[in-house]
């Protein structure tokens, strides 16, 4: 099972908005509605910030938000912010188990 | 809140078995969650090793299937990975999480080194 695809970086200016996508099959992205993005600050533990596609958790900034078509998940950050500056991963079912995606590296300019 | 605390050696020898432990605090393992471990090699992204439900009913990435066992134990509230046959390609922070379609509670990790 592949990991999902993920541009390897983005980078945008404090308040802009920048948009992550992350690229599967109708085995996984596609087939489900069980998608969800994960922050991770180095030497941290990952945290979920958008589950089911587009729901945010308790807490979470609504600066944060997803959304799906066909076999592509997207986040999107607006009003960008230092503490964005992080690693960010997506996540699907797929038949029996889970699957990541590759990864995508946020840095504010 | 859920907390959920790894723990296990850090150095693992090549050919030799991997094992961790997690335990839960503030919640039950006896939950409708289904307990997931997690690992990042250095550098690297995140790969789903597999999750367990309190009935012992179990799900492994097929990539590390023949390798992984994964248990529970009701009474001390806390489940358990195995992974045999290691090899440096092991090497990472291992996490463990409480999982409902989405990893919603994640221990610390714990760092594991497989070498001789």
């Known amino acids: 099972q592949s990991a999902l695809t993920q541009p390897a970086s983005v980078s945008g200016s404090p308040g802009q908005s920048i948009t992550i996508s992350c690229t599967g099959t109708?085995?996984?992205?596609?087939?489900?509605?069980?998608v969800s993005w994960y922050q991770q600050h180095p030497g941290k533990a990952p945290k979920l910030i958008i589950y089911?596609?587009?729901y945010r958790p308790s807490g979470v900034s609504n600066r944060f938000s997803g959304s799906k078509s066909g076999n592509t998940a997207s986040l999107t950050i607006s009003g960008l912010q230092a503490e964005d500056e992080a690693d960010y991963y997506c996540s699907s079912y797929t038949t029996g188990f889970n699957v990541f995606g590759s990864g995508t590296e946020v840095t504010v300019l | 809140q859920m907390q959920l605390q790894e723990s296990g050696p850090g150095l693992v020898k090549p050919s030799g078995t991997l094992s961790l432990t997690c335990a839960v605090y503030?919640?039950?393992?006896?939950?409708?969650?289904?307990w997931t471990w997690v690992r990042q090699p250095p550098g690297k992204g995140l790969e789903w090793i597999g999750e367990?439900?309190?009935?012992?009913?179990?799900y492994y990435n097929p990539s590390l299937k023949s390798r992984v066992t994964m248990s529970v134990d009701k009474s001390k509230n806390q489940f358990s990975l195995r992974l045999s046959s290691v090899t440096a390609a092991d090497t990472a922070v291992y996490y463990c999480a409480s999982k409902i379609s989405y990893l919603d509670f994640w221990g610390l990790g714990t760092p594991v080194t497989v070498s001789s």
């Open positions: 109708s085995r996984d992205v596609g087939g489900y509605n069980f």
């Open positions: 503030g919640g039950s393992i006896s939950s409708s969650s289904w």
């Open positions: 089911d596609v587009s």
């Open positions: 367990i439900y309190h009935s012992g009913s179990t």
